[in-house]
């Protein structure tokens, strides 16, 4: 190896040793955008037996239609109800029993759409009843307040909304703006538990503006699902509705209704609890924004490209410092090798042999004499 070769690899290698630190900074830069805490936000999709929703505000977000048909349940009014005469009054009369029992409760059945905005501080227990309906629990209203429905008395804390099957769907989706509990843990005797859910996590990224997707999941039965957040007041609202179940035609005793809930981009997180388990805490980590920004796997699918094409441009040009030689060109080191060997030895003139082949001759004569005297 000529000593202008060996500088050429040592400049080679400080070439690669720069590059590996470029490459290391840049990677360094990135995992620090990619380890800040990003804005995020929740969407799950729920089919569940229970839900518990606390409405935080007072906005049009809590307004609630329901159809006609709707049962309002009064506590501890006498323990009279409405008799229905005509076609099939018997079966209106048991399913009301179920739902608003006699000796509790006075029900009353509206005969027009109901249209009423629930309140802030109220707060509601729904659950699945029988053959698709759904019952809505008043666990809390505002101190001294009602729920003003917009039939007969305000509605007071231990009072209950029923909405029978049919009424239940022709009212469409039930939104809400507050917190909310889903399903319940799976103990003893529980039938108020989560069936089936799954969710996504959209967050921001370094650069970006619209939310990615991040994260997903699917929730298992018996699951209690909430959400918290670690803003400065500790509180942030969820969205959502409720609705009917989609499959009308099922024949179950208790069918669950459908909850979508979803919160605004923040410092939010979702919470489970599972039956003798400690509590479980769903929140993206650096490693699933790194993994699903499109950005990022573009600039390492290029950075690994230019450096793969880097590392072969450097070994070609270690194994030919000087470039393709050109086709007939002579070597300079054989050359220089075949002049140095065809140079005769210093003192010795032009057409004399070789000073080893003389030597060889005298030694072949002193041998001869030595012969002939023995």
């Not at 305000?154 to 239940?168: C, M, N, Q, S, T």
Request: hydrophobic share 40%.
């Amino acid at each position: 190896m000529t000593a202008q070769r060996a500088i050429r690899l040592r400049h080679l290698s400080r070439l690669r040793i720069i590059g590996l630190i470029l490459v290391l900074l840049a990677t360094l830069v990135l995992g620090v955008f990619y380890f800040i805490a990003q804005d995020r936000s929740f969407l799950a999709e729920f089919e569940t037996f229970s839900a518990e929703v606390a409405f935080t505000d007072d906005t049009a977000r809590n307004t609630w239609s329901l159809a006609p048909g709707t049962l309002l349940c009064r506590l501890d009014l006498g323990g009279q109800r409405r008799e229905t005469d005509g076609p099939g009054a018997e079966d209106d009369n048991r399913l009301r029993d179920l739902m608003c029992e006699p000796a509790s409760f006075d029900a009353v059945e509206t005969d027009r759409t109901l249209a009423f905005r629930w309140p802030q501080g109220a707060m509601v227990v729904v659950h699945a009843g029988p053959g698709g309906s759904l019952i809505a629990d008043i666990e809390a209203v505002a101190e001294g307040d009602g729920i003003d429905v917009g039939a007969g008395a305000p509605l007071a804390k231990g009072d209950r909304i029923v909405l029978p099957p049919e009424p239940f769907y022709r009212s469409g989706s039930l939104p809400f703006s507050g917190q909310v509990r889903i399903g319940a843990e799976a103990g003893a005797g529980q039938r108020g538990y989560l069936v089936a859910g799954h969710y996504v996590i959209r967050q921001t990224l370094p650069g970006r503006d619209n939310p990615l997707t991040v994260a997903s999941g699917q929730l298992n039965r018996g699951d209690r699902v909430g959400f918290r957040f670690s803003d400065d007041r500790g509180q942030g609202a969820v969205y959502g509705f409720i609705s009917a179940y989609a499959n009308r035609e099922s024949q179950a005793s208790n069918v669950p209704f459908h909850l979508v809930a979803y919160t605004a981009l923040g410092r939010g997180e979702m919470t489970i609890n599972r039956f003798a388990n400690r509590t479980t805490v769903i929140k993206p980590e650096w490693t699933d924004r790194a993994i699903n920004d499109p950005w990022l796997i573009g600039a390492t699918v290029v950075l690994t490209l230019a450096a793969l094409c880097a590392g072969i441009l450097a070994d070609s040009m270690a194994h030919f410092p000087n470039g393709q030689r050109e086709a007939g060109a002579p070597d300079e080191s054989s050359s220089s090798a075949d002049i140095a060997h065809s140079r005769p030895p210093e003192g010795a003139k032009a057409g004399e042999p070789d000073a080893p082949e003389a030597t060889s001759g005298s030694a072949m004569a002193a041998r001869t004499a030595s012969e002939s005297d023995d």
